[in-house]
């Protein structure tokens, strides 16, 4: 079985992704994760200087989220 991946969002922070993914810019270039480990945090607030990657900006600009995810009832039928 293949490792799954895993996109958690963090309370007022970035995306954090786990397990085997790539990710590639708008010219079709892919970005270099090696130096990430198995864990990337992706920035969800806009003030990274390191896009698509968090940098902590999240703290300093008052980023506020909404992740939580909405449960909805059963389905009508």
Known sequence: MEPQVEIKTRLNGPYKVTGPVRIIDA??????????GEVIALCR???SSTKPFCDGTH???????????????????
């Open 27 to 36: 010219d079709g270039n892919e970005f270099d994760l090696a130096e990430h």
């Open 59 to 77: 703290k300093r600009n008052g980023f506020a989220a909404a992740e939580k995810a909405v449960v909805t009832g059963a389905a009508e039928g």
């Open 45 to 47: 607030c806009g003030g």
